[in-house]
């Protein structure tokens, strides 16, 4: 099992730009990816970002495409969701996930315990 930490969110005014961190401590394997995903009040769980340990397999929601990016840093064991652009509908609480692939589905087995973001108007 692996715990995963976040950091990083706040109060932004629309426009502007925050960047989410999630530690991961525990064992990585070769299929492994980590993921960001968000719950905004009174919704389900959406699933936001996508991405492996050596960088590559990114996947994102259309509704954070070109504006949201997602990267690994290898040597922290820290996966970083850059956000720029923000609007207010990107209001959410925000969760790193740890998972694997398994064919063409991801299952995710590790939850952190969130970050609030907010986004004014």
């Known amino acids: 099992q692996m715990r995963l930490v976040e950091s990083g969110g706040g109060l932004v005014l629309a426009g502007g730009s925050l960047r989410l961190s999630c530690a991961a401590h525990?064992?990585?394997?070769?299929?492994?990816?980590m993921g960001w995903f968000r719950q905004a009040p009174g919704k389900e769980r959406e699933f936001a970002a996508r991405?492996?340990?050596?960088?590559?397999?990114?996947y994102y929601a259309d509704s954070v495409k070109g504006r949201f990016t997602i990267s690994v840093d290898n040597a922290k064991s820290t996966v970083y969701l850059q956000m720029n652009n923000l609007k207010p509908e990107d209001t959410a609480v925000y969760y790193c996930?740890?998972?694997?692939?398994?064919?063409?589905?991801?299952?995710?087995?590790?939850w952190g315990q969130g970050t609030q973001v907010t986004v004014s108007s």
């Open positions: 996930a740890h998972g694997a692939i398994y064919g063409k589905s991801a299952m995710w087995n590790d």
């Open positions: 525990g064992r990585t394997f070769g299929s492994s990816i």
């Open positions: 991405i492996n340990w050596s960088g590559g397999n990114i």
